[in-house]
Structures are given as structure tokens and as C-alpha cells.
């Protein structure tokens, strides 16, 4: 299984909603990743989770919440976020615990929030 | 400031041709580059890399060179296959557990479009 899986592929959610992004590998891979892209952009790096252990926050708005479960999930939990918040919303993982490897990423969550 | 640079936003070519997309970089720390592409809607797909003790590194239709006093390197598609048309990025990293370095820097991309 050399695939990372990210639900949904799609979500709407208004500005007072909660919501919660998950994500998948069964690879054995020690790091995992959230990252966020507008169109035409590079992906932007969010959050590390090296050994089930935050290692970066790249000083996201506390209104994104990770959190990972175990070696195999992460989650993105989403509250009162905001129309520019919209992006496509990328897991990805890596095998070592470090974060210069290459990276797996999933096919991204399409958040529109209205 | 942007370390790793891709200045021409976009490439057209005919299919069976060659497709070479650019990318330089500023970080003299940076020894590991990758490129991926991206379909859109789609989560990036790694696609070739290339660590600074080589110059180049070749699998199937792609190739990368790297030229590390220039700081620069290239992608080379051939022949060029409508199914390539997508956005390229480029992304490098340097050596170590911590700091900037350690994370992958990516450029801004190439919108690749191969003619039938």
C-alpha cells in the first residue's frame, strides 16, 4: 500500500461550523504533514507530526487543530474559519521521522467555506 | 524571499518533443531537489529527485540535472506526452533534523501544456 487517503475529497462548511479533515498511510511512514494550496501556488506547510509528536506549527491560526491519533492518522480539525480559508488541503507523509524526504501526498480535501 | 525560483510560469510543446523546465535556487544549504507534478484537484505526485553528489539522475522519459555552482537545475521530459501537461514543481531541502533547511521549500511551479 504505497498510498496516502485523505476525507473527504470535497467540503462546504459555513464560518460556525465544525468540521475535521482526516487523513490515512499505512506505509510505516514516521512523519506526516498538512499542507495548504490556492490555486496557482506552491503547497505551504502547516503542520509536522514527527513520531506522533508535533514538531512544527508554521504559525497556522489556532482555528486549525491537529491532531494525530497514531502513527497511521491524522486529523485536521476545522472551527469558525474564514472565506480565504479555502484552499485545497493536502496530507502528506514521509518514512523517517525527518522532514527533508520525499514526500506522499494524498489527492487533497477541496474546502470552500461560504 | 524565495529560495527556490521557477520564473516561466508556463511551457507550451509539441508532443514527441523535448520539455526542459527550470528551476533555480538561492540556499548554498540546499543538497536534495525533487520535482513533482500536479494535476489539478490532485495532491502532488513525486515524480524524480537528485542529491548534490550527482549531476544527474534519468528515469524512463525524465531527467534531472543539477549544476551546483550555478544553482540551478532542470527537468527533461522526452519525448513529451500529452498526459504530461500538468504543473511542475520543484522543491529542495538541505541536509539536517532542524531549522529552514530541513523542511522542503517548494517553488511556485510550471503549467506544462503538451499539443497533440
Known amino acids: 500500500d504505497t498510498e496516502v487517503t485523505q476525507t473527504p475529497k470535497h467540503l462546504v462548511m459555513g464560518m460556525t461550523n465544525k468540521k475535521s479533515l482526516k487523513c490515512e498511510q499505512h506505509m510505516g511512514h514516521r512523519a506526516m504533514y498538512w499542507y495548504k494550496q490556492k490555486a496557482k501556488k506552491p503547497p505551504e506547510l502547516m503542520f509536522v507530526y514527527s513520531y506522533e509528536k508535533l514538531s512544527i506549527n508554521e504559525s497556522v491560526p489556532s482555528r486549525f487543530s491537529p491532531e494525530c491519533p497514531n502513527s497511521s492518522l491524522l486529523n485536521l480539525h476545522l472551527h469558525a474559519l474564514q472565506p480565504e480559508d479555502s484552499a485545497l488541503y493536502l496530507c502528506?507523509?514521509?518514512?523517517?521521522?525527518?522532514?527533508?524526504?520525499?514526500?506522499?501526498f494524498g489527492s487533497g480535501t477541496q474546502l470552500s467555506v461560504l | 524571499d524565495q529560495q527556490v525560483k521557477q520564473n516561466s510560469p508556463s511551457l507550451s510543446v509539441q508532443e514527441g518533443r523535448i520539455s526542459i523546465l527550470n528551476c533555480d535556487y538561492t540556499?548554498?544549504?540546499?543538497?536534495?531537489f525533487l520535482w513533482y507534478k500536479k494535476y489539478p484537484a490532485e495532491g502532488p505526485t513525486f515524480l524524480i529527485s537528485i542529491s548534490s553528489i550527482k549531476d544527474k539522475n534519468e528515469d524512463g522519459r525524465f531527467t534531472v540535472f543539477l549544476n551546483k555552482s550555478a544553482k540551478h537545475l532542470s527537468l527533461h521530459i522526452v519525448p513529451s506526452q500529452p498526459g504530461d501537461s500538468a504543473v511542475y514543481f520543484c522543491?529542495?531541502?538541505?541536509?539536517?533534523?532542524?531549522?529552514?533547511?530541513?523542511?522542503?521549500?517548494f517553488g511556485k511551479g510550471i503549467t506544462l501544456s503538451v499539443r497533440p
Open positions: 540556499n548554498s544549504m540546499f543538497d536534495y
Open positions: 502528506a507523509s514521509s518514512q523517517g521521522g525527518t522532514t527533508n524526504e520525499k514526500l506522499f
Open positions: 522543491a529542495a531541502s538541505g541536509t539536517g533534523y532542524t531549522g529552514a533547511n530541513s523542511k522542503l521549500t
